[in-house]
């Protein structure tokens, strides 16, 4: 039977119904551990910020200039980063001792909190700065307060990718 070396991770893949399992490639201990369920609310926090970035920043894109593109680069590289690594330790039981023993997710998550915690400052300034003056005076504008939830989830996904990459370097040293 294969193993994660995860403690608290189980060891049977798939769904129980009855007397069998079925959808064995998928790994559902992975998804319910503190790794997996970190990588779950990163996605969802990247999906959160890349809509309002997409529905509420775009129109205001000549105020806020290259602070929303850089949100909207930092969110799509996290986004897409983690939901491969999702894939992959989902999907196969190798991946997850393979690839986070190794440096890739530790400098992965510093990075991407790196980006996160730059991207979120930037975008705050932004909305401080262009957006605020805009919200006092026009009805109906939407942006400030959009983007200033999405720089403040942004911040809470830096400290996730903090603390990823810290369980992430505690398992490449070993400690697990």
């Not at 799509?76 to 330790?89: E, G, K, P, R």
């Not at 805009?134 to 996730?160: C, D, E, V």
Request: some cysteine; hydrophobic content about 45%; glycine content about 10%.
């Amino acid at each position: 039977m294969a193993s994660f070396g995860v403690r608290g991770m189980s060891q049977n893949f798939g769904i129980k119904i009855c007397c069998c399992r079925v959808c064995t490639c998928i790994h559902f201990g992975f998804i319910t551990s503190r790794a997996g369920l970190l990588k779950i609310v990163q996605l969802g926090l990247a999906s959160l910020c890349e809509g309002l970035l997409i529905k509420y920043g775009i129109p205001a894109a000549d105020s806020i200039g290259q602070a929303l593109t850089g949100f909207l680069t930092t969110t799509s590289y996290c986004f897409t980063t983690t939901a491969i690594l999702l894939a992959c330790y989902c999907f196969s039981d190798k991946s997850y001792g393979l690839i986070r023993q190794s440096l890739f997710e530790v400098l992965f998550n510093v990075i991407a909190c790196s980006m996160y915690f730059s991207a979120a400052s930037y975008m705050g300034f932004a909305c401080v700065v262009w957006l605020h003056p805009q919200f006092l005076i026009k009805p109906g504008f939407w942006a400030y307060p959009a983007m200033t939830a999405a720089y403040y989830m942004g911040y809470a996904g830096g400290i996730l990718h903090a603390i990823d990459g810290y369980l992430a370097f505690r398992h490449y040293k070993g400690y697990r």
